[in-house]
């Protein structure tokens, strides 16, 4: 069997399926078990592939098809350009959710439009990292403080930032830059009630929280049942978290900060008034790629 047809099975297996995206799923999967990139599958083509290579791609494919998505299979994900690692311990960073760090990134740009921005910011439900990392990858001089309730979600996060980031290595304390991102276990903001070591207020929260009513959760897609039920569940109507973060975030904001939050497209109308029960100011939304709103964004009075 060559190159090809391997990917052709694979990709007919997952339309058969009804998985969105059958060509790059399978592409991804035998570009895994060859070492090599999904570019260089197109020119191998007419080889032929291993009897072993092509064992360990069905085996791939069985756990695709049994609802397991390439990420968790992979163990990585690609967000803003970075490659996360990725587990059944965190949620895998969405391309949605790329919408939240341009609006982090369109607040936190300086007047002059220079990247010198010393700013102190907050990532609540940080997860794999993936909003924290990718600002601080982008603004290096930003002093980034996340959190997350999991400590194994914390796990990843951590060792996702010492990759992407560098780190502290063993036995160069001094010498080596500290921890570029703060990682501090908790529920929201309760650590801040404690500030020993962590400051108190922000130029800038972001959160991507968990969003989803528990009700859709029955009906989500097998793959997305298999992520983090800690993530995902938002309690009733999906704003149990969303309501708290609005609530406490005015007392850790500094004057003229910004609170920022990744939703649900349809949660947005209650949201806003939400924020404008609170006091809130100049909220605003931001679609994703596919046109919907799917961040807010409001200011506290400067
Ligand atoms: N966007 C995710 C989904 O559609 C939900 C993420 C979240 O709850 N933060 O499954």
New binding site residues.
Partial sequence: MTIREALAQGAGFFKSADIDTPALDAGLLLAEVLHTSRASLIAAGPDSISEENYRSFQALLERRLSGECVAYILGRKEFRGLEFTVTPAV?VP?P??ETLVEAALEKLATEDGSTDNRVKILDL?TGSGAVAISLKHELPRLEVWASDISEATLEIARANATRLLGGRPLGTELAAPAEPIHFFQGDLFAPLKNPSLLPTHYSLIVS?????CTGEIEG?SPE?RR?PLL????GED?LDLIRRIIAEAPAHLLPGGWLLL?A?PRQMKAIAALLETKGYKKIQTYRDLSGQERVIGASINE
């Fill in positions: 949620l969405r949605d959710t439900c991507n929280p968990p969003y989803v989500l997305v992520e993530a995902l569940d938002g999906g990744e649900d």
